[in-house]
């Protein structure tokens, strides 16, 4: 491709995004939230970016790669590695161009997802499974790549993935009939926040823009405080569609030109958003498509402004749903451990039940840490509370009753058993 991450972004590369994706890439609905909206106290307008035929707006990005392709290119094929949503993206755009693609998903890839991108693609996608990890999947599209002359299409660090995710916002602006106040954007590799803080810069300058970054993988924030991108030491996967251990050199470019707010976000937030969309919004998102969303009640936001929070996926595995109410309960204070150790003799198991618990505790976990000899160590205990306010009288019956008991805080290696 003749442009690289040298080159930059401005709001004329994201309306010729527009333009080529134009009767190719439907355009999302803009609908307000109601419970978002009383939380708030602000006018909260969802982008349904997750009603793509792709489920997210990677579709954009990757077409608009696709399509600035040469001849030779195109003849030659491309190829990618993704764990879900860019590799839909790609079989996407592929399909509608009628372009060779050769994709390589990691074997921890979702059976559902992997079906995804075999029927989004049809006969244009070769998808491949290899790889225990995205890296060594990565690593593989790489070598296919240097030795075959495929093109490799990029996540989000080009300038024509950036140019094509940037038309998100754009769009929203048209159906509102002007600029909101206040848009908020998940971050993950940066793409999205780049090619819309781009375009803002020049057609709505004065807007409010808040990227939104998972508390353990905000590698965007990282970027921006070192000056250049940084590798992260630790990366919590939990939200898999924005874990990026390192963010692009053009988006954090674009990005620190641009300077909008970056958030932090704990991803049992994250799980308590996606719990809400779900159960009173009837909305399917993804962990990443949840993220922007789930900052909006820690933002000082004017009340009656003009919000417009980009919910970017729903490709959720519904399997996935049973890790999200653990996280969102231990979120909020309903969900604890601990070790017990109980007394050995008869009763001590009833005792614990009658003077420790609360009429509305429910223990939702009882497994002795030792299993080969019960008469000694102690049992991992969870208990989930009525009320978050149930958890100091709690304590202070553990405090008076004969076991000794600790408790787990959520921050203890433990945790990694149970979450």
Known sequence: MTATVTATVTAADVDAAAAVLEGVVPRTPLERNARLSALTGAEVLLKREDLQPTRSYKGRGAYTFVSRLTPEERAAGVVCASAGNHAQGVA????????????????????????????????????????????????????????????????????????????????????????????????????????????????????????????????????????????????????????????????????????????????????????????????????????????????????????????????????RYAEVVERALVHTGRKHYFLVEFPQEPGALRRFLDDVLGPDDDITLFEYVKRNNRETGPALVGIELGSPADLEPLLGRMEAAPPRIERIPPDSPLFRFVL
């Not at 979702?110 to 998808?127: I, N, Y």
Request: proline share 6%; with cysteine; aromatic share 4%.
């Open 92 to 319: 996407f755009a592929c399909a509608r161009s009628g372009v060779r693609a050769r994709i390589y998903l990691p074997r921890t890839t979702p059976r559902q997802k992997r079906d995804r991108v075999a029927a989004l693609g049809g006969t244009c996608v070769e998808v491949l499974v290899q790889g225990d990890t995205y890296d060594e999947a990565a690593a593989l599209a790489s070598a296919h790549a240097a030795t075959s002359g495929a093109v490799l299409v990029p996540a989000f660090d080009h300038p024509y993935t950036v140019a094509g995710q940037g038309t998100v916002v754009a769009e929203a602006v048209a159906q509102l009939g002007r600029a909101p106040d206040v848009v908020v954007l998940p971050v993950g590799g940066g793409g999205l926040i780049a090619g819309n803080v781009a375009w803002l810069a020049e057609h709505a300058p004065s807007v409010r823009v808040v990227g939104v970054e998972p508390a353990g993988a905000a590698s965007m924030a990282a970027a921006v405080a070192a000056g250049h991108p940084v590798e992260l030491a630790t990366l919590e996967g939990f939200v898999d569609g924005a874990a990026v251990r390192r963010a692009g050199e053009l988006t954090h470019r674009l990005v620190a030109e641009h300077s909008p707010e970056l958030v932090a976000v704990p991803e049992g937030q994250v799980c308590v958003e996606m719990l809400e969309l779900y159960q009173v919004d009837g909305i399917i998102a993804e962990p990443a498509g949840a993220l922007a969303s789930a900052a909006l009640s820690d933002l000082a936001l004017e009340p009656g402004s003009t919000v417009v929070s980009v919910l970017s996926g729903g490709n959720n595995d519904v399997s």
